[in-house]
């Protein structure tokens, strides 16, 4: 780093609102990988096209981006707390950035894959360590303001994102929505080298259990390939079935081997600790029932309602525009009357969302469908970011990184589950409701169409419900005051 840097960085650092820079620098990592998890999504179609590619394979476009996210959150979460946050977080940046600007550059399906999986890689490092960051360097009486901040950015990631997306390939190229990345990546790099504090790894000569990370890895992904294939595939075929075999017994592996290692890469005790537990619990459950609506929903509008992707984008935004406006507010309480409340409160809105969808019919209104959007992203704001606080708040210092990669893997093998489980229950009461009917006319598959997904919506609720009941049980909430 030159004069020019280190004279930056002593400001920076002296400044009483250097927190502030911080959550500054985390937020970059946390919109650009979340604006490429919803802009990638537009340009599908395109790329199907111009790679030639048919949607089976298309598909593992963003399934290999998932499960190598989702297999590796724990891992970079600990080697973060051994080696120190900043140095992965700044390399996750360059691997991101470099993955980016080769998927803009494949010729072929194969490659834009397999350059997915390096984009993955980088994206997993930022996201394993933005909690802990903001956690470290924030006092506990900011810290549910500064994750709702964090959640507003995530909002405004995937608000952003489909537009964009859509701007970017109907003016350049599909390739053009891959490069955004370049600049955004640069700029995160060198703030995350000028503005984190240096990096100051644990000294008590531990070491990292790679045979528990080969164990974690390999299991996650035999597991939720499984998941996230079984529908299409078939949940009794041999694929599916050795996917989740295979996955089971992995991870069994892993849990057997970290309560006999010296340094296991996840301390099972930590969820002895009941605010993390509990946190993490409710977490997955919202996570499960908010992506059965997500996966559901733009289906509903199209085909029974029958509008057009840009309508269908418009109306979508309702959920993260009110998610934005609620997660700031919502962090800002929990600081000042704990988690409590406001995680059971926001999971009840949610329930109740959920109970609002359920009452759509084939003839419902544009308007009519938008208090739904609304009550479910108020309940996702109320819910998250005290939920996360409370999470990341519960556990000491040194565990800071496991425990942020924990809370993140959580939050993407909820929404895996929910989009299997949503899928799969839909798609059967779909087939019992036309049950007999050879060739069903429109208007008996758009009835069959609503009758599934109000089940789905039902269903969903119930998980809302229960996950709600479980957040009053998080007693033992203590704000550490590292």
């Not at 108020?378 to 425990?403: E, Y």
Request: hydrophobic share 50%; net charge positive; with cysteine.
């Amino acid at each position: 780093m030159n004069q020019v840097d280190n004279n930056i960085s002593t400001r920076v650092k002296t400044s009483p609102r250097y927190r502030w820079f911080i959550l500054a620098t985390v937020s970059i990592g946390t919109f650009m990988s979340t604006l490429d998890s919803s802009i990638v999504n537009v340009a599908l179609p395109t790329i199907s096209i111009k790679l030639q590619a048919d949607l089976s394979i298309l598909q593992w476009v963003v399934t290999a981006y998932l499960l190598t996210i989702s297999s590796l959150l724990p891992v970079f979460g600990r080697i973060a707390d051994l080696v120190g946050r900043k140095r992965v977080f700044s390399i996750g940046f360059l691997i991101f950035t470099l993955g980016s600007i080769l998927c803009g550059l494949a010729t072929n399906i194969w490659f834009l894959i397999g350059m997915r999986v390096l984009q993955a890689l980088g994206a997993s490092m930022l996201m394993a360590n933005s909690a802990a960051l903001i956690i470290a360097n924030f006092p506990p009486k900011e810290r549910g303001r500064a994750l709702g901040l964090t959640g507003t950015v995530v909002a405004l990631g995937s608000l952003t994102g489909p537009a964009l997306g859509g701007v970017l390939v109907g003016l350049l190229s599909w390739r053009s929505i891959f490069y955004i990345n370049l600049p955004i990546g640069i700029l995160g790099y060198l703030a995350a080298q000028i503005i984190l504090p240096q990096d100051n790894p644990q000294q008590n000569n531990e070491t990292f259990d790679f045979v528990g990370a080969l164990f974690f890895t390999l299991g996650m992904i035999s597991l939720l390939f499984a998941v996230s294939n079984g529908q299409d595939w078939g949940w009794q075929t041999s694929p599916i079935l050795f996917g989740l075999v295979i996955g089971t017994i992995l991870l069994g592996l892993f849990f057997y081997t970290e309560l006999r290692v010296k340094n296991p890469m996840i301390h099972l005790s930590l969820f002895r600790i009941r605010p993390f537990f509990i946190g993490n619990i409710t977490g997955f459950f919202s996570f499960v029932a908010m992506f059965a609506n997500t996966m559901l929903m733009p289906f509903y509008l199209q085909h029974v309602l029958n509008y057009n992707p840009t309508q269908v984008g418009l109306l979508m935004t309702a959920f993260p525009l009110m998610m934005a406006i609620t997660a700031p507010i919502s962090g800002y309480a929990s600081d000042r009357i704990g988690p409590i409340i406001l995680t059971t409160s926001g999971l009840l809105v949610t329930a109740v969302g959920f109970l609002y969808l359920s009452t759509m019919t084939i003839a419902s209104l544009y308007w009519q469908i938008i208090p739904g959007l609304l009550l479910m992203g108020l309940g996702a704001g109320l819910f998250q970011s005290p939920n996360n606080s409370s999470v990341m708040s519960s556990v000491p210092p040194n565990k800071l990184g496991v425990a942020g990669g924990i809370n993140a893997l959580v939050r993407n093998v909820g929404m895996v589950i929910g989009i299997a489980y949503s899928v799969s229950l839909f798609e059967n009461r779909e087939a019992s409701f036309l049950k007999g009917i050879n060739i069903p006319t429109a208007v008996q598959q758009a009835t069959a169409f609503v009758g599934a997904y109000r089940i789905v919506m039902l269903t969903s609720m119930g998980i809302a419900i229960i996950a709600a009941l479980i957040s009053l049980n998080r007693k033992g909430y203590t704000r550490s005051e590292t």
